[in-house]
């Protein structure tokens, strides 16, 4: 079973940015995907961004494209989110996730490891 740790989250003005870190322990990731999600208060968990671990493939939700960038490092078994250009919609509290045989990456349900969720507050 994969444990996942995130870090990284914190409060920054509009337009600024973080880096989140997700580290991943319990075992090896090949044939993982590895996904970010996030859910803003009231509202249901969304798709942020996700990478196919063995081959490198990443995939991103509308509402980030071009400003947010997923990544992984294998020999530290962590996944990042690097987020600029942050937006106060962009306020929730951060997710990683991570699944084998995922075939629709946006979708929560099939993930079966989580992390405890980093806070993201974005000031106007």
């Known amino acids: 079973q994969v444990q996942l740790v995130e870090s990284g989250g914190g409060l920054v003005q509009a337009g600024g940015s973080l880096r989140l870190s997700c580290a991943a322990s319990?075992?090896?990731?090949?044939?993982?995907?590895m996904g970010w999600f996030r859910q803003a208060p009231g509202k249901e968990r969304e798709f942020v961004a996700a990478v196919r671990w063995t081959v490198g493939a990443t995939y991103y939700a509308d509402s980030v494209k071009g400003r947010f960038t997923i990544s992984r490092d294998n020999a530290k078994n962590t996944v990042y989110l690097q987020t600029n250009s942050l937006k106060p919609e962009d306020t929730a509290v951060y997710y990683c996730a991570a699944g084998r045989l995922i075939v629709d990456v946006t979708i929560a349900g099939p993930y079966n490891a989580w992390g405890q969720g980093t806070h993201v507050t974005v000031s106007s």
């Open positions: 319990g075992r090896t990731l090949n044939d993982y995907t």
